[in-house]
């Protein structure tokens, strides 16, 4: 079912793993979609070979969110290959996870450049150019609600990224655009596995009520329930779609 026919969705970090998930499932539901990256052409390329090959619109985008001017270039390229802008998924993100002794300067801004400025960046472009009921969702984290050693700076992100979609929603209210968040628990992507052994990943199943990690669909599903016209209710708050972690 074609419920975004005739919308564009802008997907932030969509070469690989959850963004990949999401800019393939909005181009299925029949949305256009502008496939960002910042440094996976190829990657990025295969993505929106894979929507056209299936009758879908796509483009990739290649922009460094972690710079204003990235952050606008995008929306320029998005908005002259598709005329507008009605879906925003800021999912691209970086995470550093080091002990407060070993934490640089560098590490946090990277984290903070990206996660933060980028995201709260995107959204300021959206109030100028979104149309009117348009959708922003947001990323944060649900080690935002954890205690894990190693993760304050990106944690700390992603808790001004839930604070700042709370504050927004009654601005970009005026244009009937809900703005929210998901924050995925663990879930089956390079980035997630990479470097993790067997033994620490069942030890997370373990942590997890429903008993698996999760999969990019599941946050692709969620997704696409607060791009549509059924969560027209919904805005200012963050779920977290994480399996039941604890």
């Given amino acids: 079912m074609e419920n975004l026919k005739g ?3 802008i997907v932030t970090g969509a070469s690989r793993g959850i963004g990949r998930a999401i800019a393939e499932q909005l181009a299925g539901l029949g949305a256009k979609v502008a496939v960002n990256y910042a440094s996976s052409p190829q990657k990025a390329k295969d993505v929106v070979e894979s929507i056209q090959q299936k009758g879908g619109e796509a483009v990739a985008v290649q922009a460094d969110l972690s ?3 990235g952050v ?10 598709f005329g507008k802008v009605d879906i925003l998924i800021n999912n691209a993100g970086v995470s550093i ?36 009921k348009g959708r922003i969702i947001n990323f944060s ?20 990224v839930e604070q700042f979609t709370r504050q927004l929603a009654k601005e970009f209210a005026a244009k009937q655009i809900t703005i929210n968040a998901v924050a ?26 429903l008993g698996r990690i999760g999969e990019p669909e599941d946050i692709a599903n ?12 919904i805005t200012g708050q963050t779920i977290r779609v994480n399996g039941g972690f604890i």
């Fill in 7 to 9: 919308k564009t969705a």
């Fill in 67 to 69: 710079m204003v001017a």
């Fill in 72 to 81: 606008e270039s995008l929306f320029k390229t998005a908005i002259e290959a």
């Fill in 97 to 132: 996870f080091k002990p407060i002794q070993d934490i640089t300067e560098e590490d946090f801004d990277r984290q903070f450049n990206l996660n933060v400025k980028g995201t709260f960046f995107a959204c300021r472009q959206a109030m100028t150019y979104m149309e009117e």
């Fill in 141 to 160: 984290t649900s080690v935002a609600g954890q205690m894990f050693p190693a993760y304050s700076v990106y944690a700390g992100t992603k808790g001004a």
């Fill in 184 to 209: 995925p628990g663990p879930v089956n992507t390079e980035l997630f596995t990479e470097g993790k052994t067997e033994q620490q990943i069942e030890g997370l199943k373990q942590s997890i009520a």
């Fill in 222 to 233: 969620v997704i696409e329930f607060l791009v549509s016209e059924k969560s027209q209710w």
